[in-house]
Structures are given as C-alpha cells and as structure tokens.
C-alpha cells in the first residue's frame, strides 16, 4: 500500500500559477496528476516515470504544466502556469505500478494509488 497526501491547491485568476505537492509513503514506479470537474469525468493532466525524464502530458496542458519528482522524498509536484478558467478541478495525485507511466489505460495495468485530491480554481 502506499498513502499520497496532495498540497498547495487553491484559487487564483486566469493567467496565474500554482504548484501542487503529492507526499508519498513510499517509492512507486509511475506517479501522475489527475484532475475532475463537477460534471465531467475524471482525465489523466501529466505522469512521470521512475527516473523523472519521461513525462507524458494531456494535450490542453502542453507547454503550461511540468510534472516532476524527487525520488529521495519520495515527492511529485505538478507547476502549472497560465491558468485557464477551464483548469478548475479537483486535482489528484496518483501512482501506478504500471510498467508503462503514460496516461491512459496502460496506467490502469498495475496497482494504482489515489489521493483525496485538492482543488483548484480559477477564475476569469
């Protein structure tokens, strides 16, 4: 088992940043973001793989959003820059025993960890 704790949601305006924390209670080969509107279902945002150097990003977020991980602290952030009205969500920090961090149903091969999630709004 592993237990995710997310940090660092909040509100902001249209065009502002804010940087996301996940906490894990221990190593796990994937990590990513996922996030979830009130209506809509939820969408995988970035994901990493084990060394940090291959990212997989969800097109709306390319070019606005980095994904990164210290493996010493067992710690995933997700920067997201440029924020967009469309952005708000509930934001979760998963991990995946997958042998493959991409987003989509590879991420569902292995076991997968969820956190309670924190949420962002922005506004316009």
């Known amino acids: 088992q592993a237990q995710l704790v997310e940090s660092g949601g909040g509100s902001v305006q249209a065009g502002g940043s804010l940087r996301l924390s996940c906490s894990a209670s221990?190593?796990?080969?994937?990590m990513g973001w996922f996030r979830q509107a009130p209506g809509k279902e939820r969408e995988g945002v970035a994901s990493?793989?084990?060394?940090?150097?291959?990212?997989d990003y969800v097109e709306s977020v390319k070019g606005r959003f980095t994904i990164s991980r210290d493996n010493n602290k067992n710690n995933l952030y997700l920067q997201m820059n440029s924020l967009k009205p469309d952005d708000t969500a509930m934001y979760y920090c998963?991990?995946?025993?997958?042998?493959?961090?991409?987003?989509?149903?590879?991420?569902?091969?292995?076991?997968?960890?969820w956190g309670q999630g924190t949420q962002v709004t922005v506004s316009s």
């Open positions: 998963a991990a995946s025993t997958s042998l493959r961090c991409v987003l989509g149903s590879l991420w569902y091969l292995g076991t997968v960890y």
């Open positions: 990493i793989g084990p060394g940090g150097s291959s990212t």
């Open positions: 221990k190593f796990v080969h994937c």
